[in-house]
């Protein structure tokens, strides 16, 4: 094996000269500018920056619901920027769990028949899939709730139960979009310690947005962005308090 197929199998991911804008003539607005950004298997990776500086943007391009307008985008082996809608799709479920700041469940059917959603798209049956989300719910300490409707819970609750769907198909891409910036300091802590166990899983990558210095410390690595590019990547608990003393 050659040392370029070498390290697109070892790299999770990686993005290339990432263009992207929005709207035209009065209302163009440009978003991100030749960015580049990379990220390891077996890492938990923050995304930080300013509001409005691109985050939400990146990473929508990563999870192949929103196209760049020009540049590569390489997740896990496979060339998103060169697949089409319906190949990228099928690649969303079976390979990413995305976790959003407000939770996104959908609050007509019980918290189980929530976490099975990405196993039903898969094709697995009923049965099968509420005994396989039940027990990747016990695993986040919600066993007990299963059978509760979403508004049910707490805030911290839902979140969790946002990670359970996230993780219940066993992706190897988590993206979380500031998943604790709408709990308390002790929920945001319950939430980071399940990514954190879910980062360590072999092979696997957890990219996290936040604004939020509570949490930094959970991060392998810290890429800090601004003015639509990624302008540097700390590695390390040292190197991120030396640049973000409040944390
Ligand atoms: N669909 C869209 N149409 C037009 N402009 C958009 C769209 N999505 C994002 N933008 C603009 O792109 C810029 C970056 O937005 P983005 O949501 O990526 O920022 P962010 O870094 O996630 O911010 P925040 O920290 O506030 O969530 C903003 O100026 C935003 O208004
Ligand atoms: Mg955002």
């Given amino acids: 094996m050659n040392a370029t197929i070498d390290n697109k199998v070892a790299g999770a991911l990686e993005l290339k000269d990432l263009c992207k804008s929005f709207g035209s003539g009065l209302s163009y607005t440009p978003v991100l500018h030749k960015a580049h950004f ?38 896990l082996g496979h060339p998103l920027h060169a697949l089409s809608e319906s190949q990228r799709t099928a690649f969303r479920s079976k390979h990413l769990g995305f976790i959003f700041q407000q939770f996104n469940l959908i609050p007509t059917i019980d918290v189980a028949e929530n976490v099975s959603v990405p196993l ?19 695993r986040v300490g919600l066993g007990k709730r299963a059978h509760e409707k979403p508004l ?35 929920n945001g802590v319950a939430v980071m310690e399940l990514l954190r166990e879910a980062a360590n899983e072999p092979g696997r990558t957890v990219i996290v947005v936040t604004h939020d210095p509570r949490i930094y410390h959970y991060a392998d690595r ?23 003393p409040a944390f």
């Fill in 38 to 75: 990379e990220a390891r298997r077996g890492e938990l990776l923050m995304l930080v920056g300013p509001s409005g500086c691109g985050k939400t943007t990146l990473l929508s391009i990563l999870a192949g619901t929103l196209h760049a307008d020009e540049g590569e985008v390489n997740v």
């Fill in 120 to 138: 039903l798209i898969q094709g697995l049956g009923n049965r099968e899939a509420r005994r396989r989300a039940v027990a990747m719910l016990e």
């Fill in 152 to 186: 049910k819970l707490s805030g911290g609750e839902q979140q969790r139960v946002a990670i359970a769907r996230a993780l219940v198909h066993n992706p190897p891409l988590v993206l979380c979009d500031e998943p604790t910036s709408a709990l308390d300091s002790e």
């Fill in 222 to 244: 810290m890429a800090e962005m601004e003015d639509g590019r990624i302008f540097r990547v700390l590695s390390g608990a040292e190197e991120i308090r030396t640049h973000h």
